[in-house]
């Protein structure tokens, strides 16, 4: 009994960091909520005690990698491309918990401290690694989901797992060749500290290549729609004062209609009377509005609305977005304002355009939905686009910034185009 709960114990572990290590390089594909969390490890752990308890403790490996296959199958979004980074994320495993665990074997023979229980033998090493691995794993699952951070694992991070594989591959194979030379004690290892120090920096450099990535998107996303709502903001304040002006305006001649209306009254030229008011009236102050349901939306919707206006682009707004209360302002007006500025900027160039949004929302979630015309088929790869701009380090953060800001409540972002429009489709989590 304590040799399957032993072998289960660990191999659950093991299946843990494989999930978390695939998680980041599937960039947060998978549907990892508390809930789902809990109904993985209590199915994986009995899955595994019964292949342990049945089998032998020599068959719990495979299926360990097995319930992995298949927990990526049922919680990946997109399973064909979770499918594809399997490779690079098991490359990443091998390299920070077999790796260093042989390396420190070979630099002081503490691989042969192993702990049995029953039938079931395990390196003192491989639990170390497997804990801090796990530890430093959860911290950062953690992190991501408070500060809102984009996970983001490009083909360059998954070219470099792959190099780093095999880098840390040659540097343990030098060390173990080195180990078995008849050198002096001080050369014997001036070689493992040299061997080991690379494969320490080749694995901190990369991994600071990959923090660094994520930093600069989150810096840019919260500088842009911070950026957007002080922007929102101004707008706002700059038609307030407007209003203000022409009211201040007509009261100030206020009296001198009322007079000449008693005037009218008084000679009897009531029709007369009932044409000024008419006139007055369409000469007063309209406070037009766009109500969307929520008032950083309004807002948002009445500048892009008045800017396409003014660019002769027609801007229509069906449904309610009464389910956005648990969203920050800035983070509502990055949303909205990034998708708005690419269709209005699409939009620029043609005749007869338009851009409109369609709300739906049900018990669960809000999706709203952006369509404007275009004039070629836009390009759409694995749901991002390759900005236009001939700066495109400077550029192309827009589209990240909407897709970080819907997986922050619990939604997504997409995109689709065809050789007559282009669509946003968002997907919110509605508070309940």
């Not at 009994?1 to 695939?22: E, G, K, P, Q």
């Not at 070979?106 to 390196?123: H, L």
């Not at 969203?327 to 160039?349: F, K």
């Not at 369509?371 to 400077?394: A, F, L, Q, W, Y």
């Amino acid at each position: 009994m304590m040799t399957v709960l032993f072998s289960t114990a660990f191999n659950l572990m093991d299946y843990w960091v494989f999930i978390l290590l695939l998680q980041y390089v599937c960039a947060a594909d998978m549907n990892l909520n508390r809930r789902n969390c809990i109904i993985c490890t209590a199915a994986t752990a009995a899955f595994l005690a019964a292949v342990s308890a049945l089998s032998g403790v020599e068959w719990t490996y495979i299926s360990m990698f097995f319930a992995m296959l298949l927990t990526l199958l049922l919680l990946a979004r997109k399973k064909g491309y979770a499918l594809l980074r399997l490779i690079p994320a098991f490359l990443l495993y091998i390299t920070l918990t077999v790796f260093p665990a042989a390396m420190l074997d070979v630099m002081f023979g503490a691989g042969s401290i192993c702990i049995t229980v029953g039938g079931y033998e395990q390196s003192v090493l491989a639990i170390v690694f497997d804990i801090l691995l796990l530890a430093l794993l959860s911290v950062l699952c953690r992190s991501v989901k408070k500060y809102g951070i984009t996970v983001y694992f490009r083909t360059r991070e998954i070219l470099g797992s792959i190099a780093l594989f095999f880098f840390a591959f040659i540097a343990g194979q030098l060390m173990a060749l080195a180990n078995k030379q008849p050198h002096g004690p001080a050369l014997h290892y001036t070689y493992l500290v040299v061997f080991g120090g690379a494969y320490i920096f080749g694995a901190a450099y990369y991994f600071y290549s990959v923090a660094e990535t994520w930093r600069r998107v989150y810096r840019q996303t919260k500088i842009s729609t911070e950026t957007e709502y002080m922007k929102l903001q101004l707008a706002a304040l700059q038609d307030t004062r407007e209003n203000e002006e022409q009211t201040r305006r007509m009261r100030h001649d206020l009296n001198k209609h009322l007079a000449i209306m008693k005037t009218l009254c008084d000679e009897g030229k009531f029709d007369e009377v009932c044409r000024y008011a008419d006139r007055l009236g369409s000469e007063s102050v309209q406070f037009e509005s766009m109500p969307t349901g929520n008032e950083i939306a309004d807002l948002v919707a009445g500048q892009k609305k008045k800017l396409c206006e003014e660019n002769g682009i027609e801007f229509t707004f069906e449904g309610l977005l009464n389910g956005m209360g648990n969203m920050e302002a800035p983070d509502i007006c990055g949303l909205l304002a990034n998708a708005y500025d690419n269709a209005i900027e699409a939009c620029l160039t043609q005749n007869g355009a338009y851009v409109r949004t369609r709300v739906n929302s049900t018990r669960n979630y809000t999706v709203i939905e952006i369509v404007n015309p275009v004039e070629k088929k836009v390009s759409v790869s694995k749901n991002s686009i390759p900005t236009s701009k001939r700066d495109k380090g400077s550029h192309g953060y827009g589209i990240e910034i909407m897709k970080q800001i819907a997986r922050k409540y619990g939604g997504s972002c997409t995109f689709r185009c065809d050789d007559k429009e282009f669509g946003v489709k968002i997907v919110l989590l509605t508070q309940q």
